[in-house]
């Protein structure tokens, strides 16, 4: 699943924030798909973490921005912790079963894309329109324009 312009915002600091929380996914499907049950541990867990400190700065900008929509937006960030942490559970409890095949394969992309669209997008509009530049964001990976 790649940062396709329907999934864009045009927002930097959210769409670069993006683009490796799905190449973290894609990681853990093929991990999933190889039926390789240490390494789909493993990239989930790394999901996990990254997913865990891109919520957070999204939920940080939208405080200090006073965004409208911050309570449902946070809302939705921790449902969707619980969901991934049952996942977690369910993966170490019963391996890779067809389930939880189905699960990574399609119910995880599924909310991610949904929760950009709906959920992302507007945000990173809203950011953009102010020119707001976070103070305590973690660095994307992207050379300096100097
Ligand atoms: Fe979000």
Redesign the pocket.
Known sequence: MRLTSELASGYEEIDGQHRVMLDRMEALARAAQADDLAQAKEMLSALGDYLVSH?QA?ESMMAETAYPERGR?KS??DLFMQDFAQLGQELSGQGLSPPILAWIGTRLPEWLKF?IQV??LP?GRYLASRHFRPAAAPRVDKPRAS
């Open positions: 919520f999204e937006h939705a960030h929760h959920n992302d945000l």
